[in-house]
């Protein structure tokens, strides 16, 4: 009897247990949540909900390189808030944003139908590919830049 | 009496299903949350058969008369016009939006950016209709292009819409 009576008491009660094991599972479910929100970043979006990672192929410029100005059209439907030029030259590049340094870039962008003529000092580079940088939503830190892809650039050879 | 006590062990069957359907559901919202914005919206694209056509053009003392025609398919509401100013450049920047003479012209608006067609900007310039657009003081240019711009709706809300597909240019002889 006595014997039945210590096996019975041995170990935890059902209730500590079971707060034991939801309070083990809330909090590794929080570290999970936490360590993937940090390696997936929170999305940028546009327009409607859309990914700027998915805008970004709908971006569509022209863009001439002449007598040390860079010209560039925007034609598609997608609002270009900066370019980024990366000037390869032999054995190195260097990449810039345009009209950042003469302040010629419109400060909201080319909208839909802008275009923009500045000087661009290319020293010696022998290409310009061009990289555009669109503005988008993020819930929790508001307007976010993004800069697209190298591959969604336009590259210019200069002759 | 043995029977009784087995039956009790573990969640009950219902508890399990609850808990089953509600991780489900708790799992189905972070992936929607998460995978939403991938899914890609309805962009806004104009169809392949807007075009516009510069029948005439006259470009005398700073002063450029166009004639447009609406040979496409769609209908268009205005356009951007931009202008090269030497040969070298092959792309138009300057823009000649904020040369338009509306009063000269007898139809149409500018807002600095784009001309509409007609004055109440939502208005249609249908298939086949012209137009006769006079600039005024205009400086020296080499070229013109012109991106037809049409009104089209898209996820229930009204938008316009650059169809930089359809852009046409024409190099003029200016006196």
């Known amino acids: ?90 054995g190195s590049y260097t990449t810039v944003t345009v009209g950042e340094s003469d302040s010629s870039w419109p400060p909201i962008g080319l909208n839909q139908g802008d275009t923009y003529n500045g000087a661009l000092n290319i020293n010696g580079a022998t290409k310009i590919l061009l990289i555009p940088v669109l503005a988008g939503q993020t819930d929790s830190e508001g307007k976010k830049s993004y800069t697209c892809d190298e591959s969604q650039g336009k590259e210019i050879v200069v002759s | 009496m043995e029977k009784k006590r087995l039956g009790k062990k573990g969640m009950s069957v219902v508890i399990g299903y609850v808990l089953l359907v509600t991780f489900g559901i708790i799992m189905g919202g972070i992936v929607y949350t998460y995978l939403k914005s991938y899914v890609p919206s309805e962009i806004d694209k104009c169809p392949d058969g807007v075009s516009l056509f510069v029948k005439d053009f006259t470009c005398v003392n700073n002063q450029l008369n166009l004639t447009i025609k609406n040979n496409g398919k769609f ?43 007609k004055t109440d900007p939502n208005e249609d310039f249908s298939p086949g209709d012209i137009a006769n657009e006079i ?19 898209i996820g229930g809300t009204e938008r316009l819409v650059s169809c930089g597909s359809a852009k046409i240019s024409e190099v003029l002889t200016c006196s």
């Open chain 2, 75 to 117: 209908n268009l509401q205005g356009y951007f016009i931009h202008a090269t100013n030497n040969s070298n450049q092959t792309l138009a920047t300057i823009n000649l939006a904020k040369y338009f003479n509306a009063l000269l012209s007898g139809d149409g608006v500018s807002n600095n950016a784009s001309i509409y067609f």
């Open chain 2, 135 to 153: 600039f005024s003081n205009v400086p020296a240019i080499y070229s013109i292009e012109l991106t037809p711009v049409r009104i089209q709706k």
């Open chain 1, 1 to 90: 009897m006595c014997l039945k009576k210590m096996n019975k008491k041995r170990g935890l009660s059902p209730v500590v247990a079971t707060v034991l094991l939801i309070s083990i599972v809330i909090i590794i479910g929080l570290i999970v949540f936490f360590w993937f929100k940090g390696i997936t970043h929170e999305a940028i979006t546009k327009f409607d909900g859309t990914n700027v990672k998915l805008v970004c192929g709908d971006v569509s410029f022209q863009a001439q390189y002449t007598d040390g100005r860079l010209l560039v059209s925007n034609d598609g439907n997608v609002p270009i808030y900066k370019l980024k030029a990366k000037m390869e030259g032999a």
